[in-house]
DNA sequence: GCCTCCATGTAATTGGTTACATGATTCT
DNA sequence: AGAATCATGTAACCAATTACATGGAGGC
């Protein structure tokens, strides 16, 4: 439903073909809703047969350009602010599941897991921050600001992913030696600097 | 899949119900994924039958006691270490996802749509932070520490959120009167402080 | 001629949600 | 006696992933 959703907005936005609509996602959206190309384009169908988007170009190499019409214009405002309560919005993370098992493991087992999803994470974050940057300056219809703001939430959560793995790295490192150490991780204590 | 992990941790770290295992779902785990009820039965029925788990005891009311097998908990070690890439690892987030198009509303529509979404997950977090401390002292099993981990990461992320959601908020009125402002909410202008 | 990127799709399967359905026990 | 909570499930549907598949255009 989201990406459904997605889409309309970015062609709302501007006239797009499938191929545009998955490098957006590939390099700002897919940060916090990740979509493939085979979906994009099953859901471009959908769109179009229910008369929201329309096809305005064909062009070179099959390219298929298309743009919200005006009752998709209007059935996505509908959707923003009518659609499910903010209790009901779809939210997964799966890093932290996946940690919440390690006691399962050898201490080096459980370190060396930590140590490569925060690596991956924080990477991640640097990314981001970088796509940040290369982003043009010039934005007539709003649309790069709407990245920017993307990636700033981007870089804030997946900051706090990695300093949340590092928090948990150190709390199982101290715990070592003796067998409780309960209470000590109950927080992040190493809060990552939103930059200035 | 990862609701099928997480039961099979869950149930390696103590025998419990589908019913116990909704709860904690409601409570702590459901933050970062949830998982209802049905979805939860219907996992316990493949894992049995996968003999990753056993059926212990058939209590009063049709309770059915479920424990990992040593099979499932070697299948959960598995998982752990060798499925999938961090890169690979699912997440999801709306709240963006929706406000990325909210230029499309009225000035007034798109503030009221930003302040309730900023109070839900405000008062999300503020749960959290609750139920972390009606936690028991007592940890015996170590399954205690792993909930307030999880309502350590709830915490952030659902704050990092909250305060991502002002921003965006603080940004649109500061731009009502002018038509460009590009950049000027980049970055989260006012983190929460993780609690001390 | 070969590689890379552009560009679009289908089919099968799994994961997850919504709606429907029911019975036992405890509390007031 | 009635309500709340405990407790478990099925069926239908929708969303998303994985695997499979193809062709055009431009650069080297």
């Given at each position: 439903?989201?990406?459904?959703?997605?889409?309309?907005?970015?062609?709302?936005?501007?006239?797009?073909?499938?191929?545009?609509?998955?490098?957006?996602?590939e390099?700002?959206?897919?940060?916090?809703?990740?979509?493939?190309?085979?979906?994009?384009?099953?859901?471009?169908?959908?769109?179009?047969?229910?008369?929201?988007?329309?096809?305005?170009?064909?062009?070179a190499?099959?390219?298929?350009?298309?743009?919200?019409?005006?009752?998709?214009?209007?059935?996505?405002?509908?959707?923003?602010?009518?659609?499910?309560?903010?209790?009901?919005?779809?939210?997964r993370?799966?890093?932290?599941l996946?940690?919440n098992?390690l006691?399962?493991?050898?201490?080096?087992?459980?370190?060396?897991?930590?140590?490569?999803?925060?690596a991956?994470?924080?990477?991640?974050?640097?990314?981001?921050?970088?796509?940040?940057?290369?982003?043009?300056?010039?934005?007539?219809?709003?649309?790069?600001?709407?990245?920017?703001?993307?990636?700033?939430?981007?870089?804030?959560?997946?900051?706090?992913?990695?300093?949340?793995?590092?928090?948990?790295?150190?709390?199982?490192?101290?715990?070592?030696?003796?067998?409780d150490?309960?209470?000590?991780?109950?927080?992040n204590?190493?809060?990552?600097?939103?930059?200035?």
């Amino acid at each position: 439903m989201s990406v459904r959703y997605a889409l309309l907005g970015l062609l709302a936005e501007a006239p797009m073909s499938g191929y545009d609509l998955t490098k957006r996602f590939e390099h700002s959206l897919g940060a916090i809703w990740p979509a493939r190309h085979n979906q994009i384009y099953m859901e471009l169908k959908k769109l179009l047969e229910a008369g929201l988007i329309a096809q305005i170009e064909y062009g070179a190499r099959n390219r298929k350009l298309y743009a919200a019409t005006g009752t998709g214009t209007a059935e996505l405002k509908r959707w923003l602010m009518a659609e499910l309560e903010p209790a009901d919005r779809a939210l997964r993370f799966e890093p932290p599941l996946r940690a919440n098992f390690l006691w399962l493991l050898e201490a080096d087992e459980a370190d060396a897991f930590l140590a490569r999803e925060e690596a991956f994470f924080r990477a991640r974050r640097d990314w981001l921050a970088e796509q940040a940057q290369t982003l043009p300056t010039e934005d007539a219809d709003g649309s790069v600001e709407a990245r920017r703001r993307i990636a700033a939430v981007g870089l804030s959560l997946f900051g706090d992913l990695a300093d949340w793995l590092t928090a948990y790295r150190r709390a199982l490192r101290d715990e070592g030696g003796n067998g409780d150490s309960a209470a000590s991780v109950a927080t992040n204590s190493t809060p990552h600097q939103p930059d200035a």
